[in-house]
T-cell receptor
Framework: AQSVTQLDSQVPVFEEAPVELRCNYS??????LFWYVQYPNQGLQLLLK??????LVKGINGFEAEFNKSQTSFHLRKPSVHISDTAEYFC??????????????FGKGTKLSVKP | NAGVTQTPKFRVLKTGQSMTLLCAQD?????MYWYRQDPGMGLRLIHY???????AKGEVPDGYNVSRLKKQNFLLGLESAAPSQTSVYFC???????????FGSGTRLTVV
């Protein structure tokens, strides 16, 4: 069965420090990969996505992620975080069956807490 | 641009009551979804629709029903609410599989 694992449920970090939020997936077919951010009491907003091509993708707010097919990972990184990055981050996978796509499968989320 | 609009934003129900959550999108998206979000559980798919007049079960469909009579609207119904259905409900829509989803701002439902 396909699954998405976010390895850390909570990540505390100081302002201006780098951060990495880890995501691993399992799938028997090729995938599309997404990271979403959820600010308190809001819906989810797309940060970035990997569909094909370059394995390093850049998103909004200075975030980037790298697709590693051999490791089945899609870790999210930011070189210097701000207080405003405090939010919950969700990794998601969509299976690619060639002519159609499956539904998004979400990880359980990682709460990023940026401290001054 | 309204995007995806969910109504109501908050609701308190008594056990056994029924209610309908409305999701409306103005982006002409084919696909629509209902998720529930619970602490530590991420988002779990309740039902989805790949087009007007079609619906399908997701991961946690029990206790819920849906309808997609118009392309822009996707309704989620609870026939007899239970405390286990206390959750935040999110609607989302998508044009194609490569575009990701656009989410509504959520409905916080409490069943007492």
């Amino acid at each position: 069965a396909q699954s998405v694992t976010q390895l850390d449920s909570q990540v505390p970090v100081f302002e201006e420090a780098p951060v990495e939020l880890r995501c691993n997936y399992s799938s028997s077919v090729s995938v599309y990969l997404f990271w979403y951010v959820q600010y308190p009491n809001q819906g989810l907003q797309l940060l970035l996505k990997y569909l094909s091509g370059s394995t390093l993708v850049k998103g909004i707010n200075g975030f980037e992620a790298e697709f590693n097919k051999s490791q089945t990972s899609f870790h999210l990184r930011k070189p210097s975080v701000h207080i405003s990055d405090t939010a919950e981050y969700f990794c998601a996978v969509r299976l690619n069956y060639g002519g159609s796509q499956g539904n998004l499968i979400f990880g359980k989320g990682t709460k990023l807490s940026v401290k001054p | 641009n309204a995007g995806v609009t969910q109504t109501p934003k908050f609701r308190v129900l008594k056990t056994g009551q029924s209610m309908t959550l409305l999701c409306a999108q103005d982006m002409n998206h084919e696909y629509m979804y209902w998720y529930r979000q619970d602490p530590g559980m991420g988002l779990r798919l309740i039902h989805y629709s790949v087009g007007e007049g079609t619906t399908a079960k997701g991961e946690v469909p029990d206790g819920y029903n849906v309808s997609r009579l118009k392309k822009q609207n996707f309704l989620l119904g609870l026939e007899s609410a239970a405390p286990s259905q206390t959750s935040v409900y999110f609607c989302a829509s998508s044009y194609t599989g490569t575009n990701g989803y656009t989410f509504g701002s959520g409905t916080r439902l409490t069943v007492v």
